[in-house]
C-alpha cells in the first residue's frame, strides 16, 4: 500500500471526522486494503459495492469516506455489533470479504502514545493489521440493497409511512417496528 495514497486518504477522512485518531487512522487502511483486496478504485462511487460497518465508532466515518458509500444511498449498513470488522459486498459478483482488526485482537495491552500508534498503523502492512475472510451475505432482502424505494406501507398503529419492507406482520396488518417491539423514544406529553 503506497504511504502517500493513504496519507491522501487520511487528510480527507481527517476533514471530515474532525481529527486523526487511533480508529480514523486503522479505519482509512482497513478500507483502502478492502477496496484494493475487491480491485474497486479508491476516489469514485462504485454502485456495485454494500459496506456493512460492525460498530458505530470512529473508523465508521473512515470507511463512510474512503469507500464513498453511505447510509443515504443504502450502500453503508451499520450492524451495531461492537467489533472492528468491515464486510465489502460486490453485488454484480456477490463475492464479499470481512476484514477484521487483527491488530486490536492482540493479547496485551500496547502502551504508546495516539501519536505512536497513528504512526504504526500508517507504517504496517496491512496483511499485519488485518484478517481476511471471504463471507457470503445472507439475510439481505432486495429491499435493503441501493436503490430507488421498493416498498411502502403505513404502521396500522401509528399511522406512519414503513418504507423498504421493514414493517412486520400482527395480526395481519402492517406495524412499523417501533410499535411492533418499542422504541427508542418516549413521546412527552407536555
Known amino acids: ?15 471530515f471526522h474532525g481529527e486523526v485518531c487511533g480508529g480514523i487512522a486503522i479505519g482509512t487502511k482497513l478500507a483502502m486494503y478492502g477496496m484494493e483486496l475487491m480491485g474497486m478504485e479508491l476516489n469514485k462511487r462504485h454502485k456495485n459495492l454494500m459496506v456493512f460497518v460492525e460498530n458505530d465508532r470512529c473508523m465508521s466515518d473512515a470507511i463512510l469516506v474512503v469507500t464513498h458509500c453511505n447510509m443515504g444511498k443504502r450502500a453503508l449498513k451499520q450492524m451495531y ?23 486490536a485482537n492482540k493479547p496485551g495491552d500496547q502502551c504508546e502514545t495516539k501519536e505512536e500508534m497513528v504512526k504504526r498503523f500508517r507504517e504496517t502492512p496491512p496483511e499485519e493489521l488485518f484478517n481476511v475472510e471471504k463471507v457470503r451475505i445472507v439475510g439481505l432482502k432486495e429491499a435493503q440493497k441501493p436503490g430507488a424505494l421498493h416498498t411502502s406501507t403505513f404502521c396500522s398503529v401509528c399511522g406512519e409511512k414503513i418504507a423498504d419492507d421493514q414493517q412486520v406482520y400482527r395480526g395481519g396488518k402492517p406495524v412499523c417496528k417501533a410499535c411492533a417491539i418499542g422504541s427508542y423514544y418516549e413521546v412527552i406529553d407536555e
Do not use: C, P
Open 1 to 15: 500500500m503506497d504511504l502517500k495514497e493513504y496519507d491522501e486518504q487520511l487528510a480527507k477522512v481527517k476533514e
Open 81 to 103: 455489533y461492537g467489533r472492528f470488522a468491515v464486510t465489502f459486498y460486490n453485488m454484480d459478483t456477490e463475492e464479499a470479504i470481512r476484514v477484521s482488526d487483527a491488530d
